[in-house]
Nanobody, 123 residues
Framework: QVQLVVSVGVLVQPVGSLLLSCAAS????????IGWFRQAPGKEREGVSY????????YYADSVKGRFTMSRDHAKNTVFLQMDSLKPEDTAVYYC????????????????WGQGTQVIVSS
Protein backbone atom coordinates (compact mmCIF):
# COMPACT_ATOMS: atom_id res chain seq x y z
CA GLN A 1 0.00 0.00 0.00
CA VAL A 2 1.30 3.44 -0.87
CA GLN A 3 0.42 6.68 0.86
CA LEU A 4 -0.41 9.66 -1.36
CA VAL A 5 -0.43 13.34 -0.42
CA VAL A 6 -1.92 15.85 -2.82
CA SER A 7 -0.88 19.48 -2.86
CA VAL A 8 -3.31 22.15 -1.80
CA GLY A 9 -5.69 23.45 -4.43
CA VAL A 10 -6.47 27.09 -4.95
CA LEU A 11 -8.82 29.55 -6.57
CA VAL A 12 -7.74 30.19 -10.14
CA GLN A 13 -9.11 32.55 -12.71
CA PRO A 14 -10.42 31.17 -16.02
CA VAL A 15 -7.69 30.56 -18.60
CA GLY A 16 -5.23 30.40 -15.72
CA SER A 17 -2.91 27.53 -14.81
CA LEU A 18 -2.31 25.35 -11.79
CA LEU A 19 0.12 22.58 -10.96
CA LEU A 20 -1.03 19.82 -8.63
CA SER A 21 1.38 17.31 -7.15
CA CYS A 22 0.85 13.91 -5.61
CA ALA A 23 3.73 12.69 -3.47
CA ALA A 24 3.99 9.02 -2.61
CA SER A 25 5.55 7.20 0.30
CA UNK A 26 5.67 3.55 1.27
CA UNK A 27 6.32 2.34 -2.24
CA UNK A 28 7.77 3.35 -5.57
CA UNK A 29 5.24 4.76 -8.02
CA UNK A 30 7.29 3.12 -10.73
CA UNK A 31 5.42 -0.09 -9.89
CA UNK A 32 1.97 1.45 -9.91
CA UNK A 33 -0.60 2.73 -12.30
CA ILE A 34 -1.40 6.29 -11.23
CA GLY A 35 -4.54 8.21 -11.96
CA TRP A 36 -5.91 11.68 -11.42
CA PHE A 37 -9.64 11.90 -10.77
CA ARG A 38 -12.01 14.72 -9.98
CA GLN A 39 -15.50 15.16 -8.62
CA ALA A 40 -17.51 18.28 -9.27
CA PRO A 41 -20.44 19.28 -7.07
CA GLY A 42 -23.46 17.15 -7.85
CA LYS A 43 -21.57 15.00 -10.32
CA GLU A 44 -19.98 11.60 -10.28
CA ARG A 45 -16.25 11.17 -9.96
CA GLU A 46 -14.52 11.10 -13.32
CA GLY A 47 -11.09 10.12 -14.50
CA VAL A 48 -8.90 12.96 -15.70
CA SER A 49 -5.67 11.23 -16.67
CA TYR A 50 -3.62 8.19 -15.82
CA UNK A 51 -0.24 6.62 -16.41
CA UNK A 52 -0.61 3.02 -17.41
CA UNK A 53 1.42 0.40 -15.63
CA UNK A 54 1.20 -1.79 -18.71
CA UNK A 55 2.70 0.50 -21.34
CA UNK A 56 3.86 3.52 -19.33
CA UNK A 57 1.87 5.85 -21.53
CA UNK A 58 -0.26 8.72 -20.29
CA TYR A 59 -3.92 8.96 -21.19
CA TYR A 60 -6.35 11.83 -20.86
CA ALA A 61 -10.07 12.33 -20.73
CA ASP A 62 -11.40 14.15 -23.77
CA SER A 63 -12.52 17.03 -21.57
CA VAL A 64 -8.93 17.88 -20.60
CA LYS A 65 -6.94 16.67 -23.59
CA GLY A 66 -4.63 19.39 -24.85
CA ARG A 67 -4.99 21.42 -21.66
CA PHE A 68 -3.77 19.11 -18.89
CA THR A 69 -0.44 17.33 -18.72
CA MET A 70 0.35 14.52 -16.33
CA SER A 71 3.97 13.72 -15.56
CA ARG A 72 6.04 11.72 -13.12
CA ASP A 73 9.30 12.43 -11.31
CA HIS A 74 10.83 9.10 -10.35
CA ALA A 75 13.47 10.65 -8.13
CA LYS A 76 10.87 12.51 -6.08
CA ASN A 77 8.36 9.64 -6.27
CA THR A 78 5.80 12.24 -7.24
CA VAL A 79 3.32 12.72 -10.04
CA PHE A 80 2.11 16.07 -11.29
CA LEU A 81 -0.91 17.41 -13.08
CA GLN A 82 -0.25 20.63 -14.96
CA MET A 83 -3.56 22.25 -15.71
CA ASP A 84 -3.61 25.03 -18.28
CA SER A 85 -6.39 27.03 -19.93
CA LEU A 86 -8.58 26.28 -16.96
CA LYS A 87 -12.32 26.60 -17.33
CA PRO A 88 -15.05 27.04 -14.72
CA GLU A 89 -16.19 23.49 -15.49
CA ASP A 90 -12.82 22.25 -14.22
CA THR A 91 -13.94 23.23 -10.73
CA ALA A 92 -13.87 20.06 -8.65
CA VAL A 93 -12.17 18.17 -5.88
CA TYR A 94 -9.12 16.50 -7.39
CA TYR A 95 -7.67 13.19 -6.23
CA CYS A 96 -4.71 11.06 -7.19
CA UNK A 97 -4.83 7.30 -6.91
CA UNK A 98 -2.45 4.39 -7.36
CA UNK A 99 -2.77 0.69 -7.87
CA UNK A 100 -0.49 -2.22 -8.74
CA UNK A 101 -2.88 -3.37 -11.44
CA UNK A 102 -3.93 -1.20 -14.37
CA UNK A 103 -7.41 0.17 -13.64
CA UNK A 104 -7.11 2.99 -16.21
CA UNK A 105 -10.10 5.31 -15.68
CA UNK A 106 -11.97 2.82 -13.48
CA UNK A 107 -11.86 4.52 -10.09
CA UNK A 108 -13.00 1.58 -7.94
CA UNK A 109 -10.06 -0.37 -9.30
CA UNK A 110 -7.58 1.83 -7.43
CA UNK A 111 -6.70 0.76 -3.90
CA UNK A 112 -4.71 3.77 -2.73
CA TRP A 113 -6.07 7.31 -2.74
CA GLY A 114 -4.71 10.67 -1.73
CA GLN A 115 -6.84 13.21 0.05
CA GLY A 116 -8.92 15.40 -2.19
CA THR A 117 -7.94 18.96 -2.95
CA GLN A 118 -10.37 21.65 -4.00
CA VAL A 119 -9.72 23.52 -7.23
CA ILE A 120 -12.03 26.43 -8.02
CA VAL A 121 -11.92 28.14 -11.37
CA SER A 122 -13.76 31.43 -11.14
CA SER A 123 -13.34 35.10 -11.87
Amino acid sequence: QVQLVVSVGVLVQPVGSLLLSCAASGGSLEHYAIGWFRQAPGKEREGVSYISRVDGNTYYADSVKGRFTMSRDHAKNTVFLQMDSLKPEDTAVYYCAADRSDPRFYGPGYDDWGQGTQVIVSS
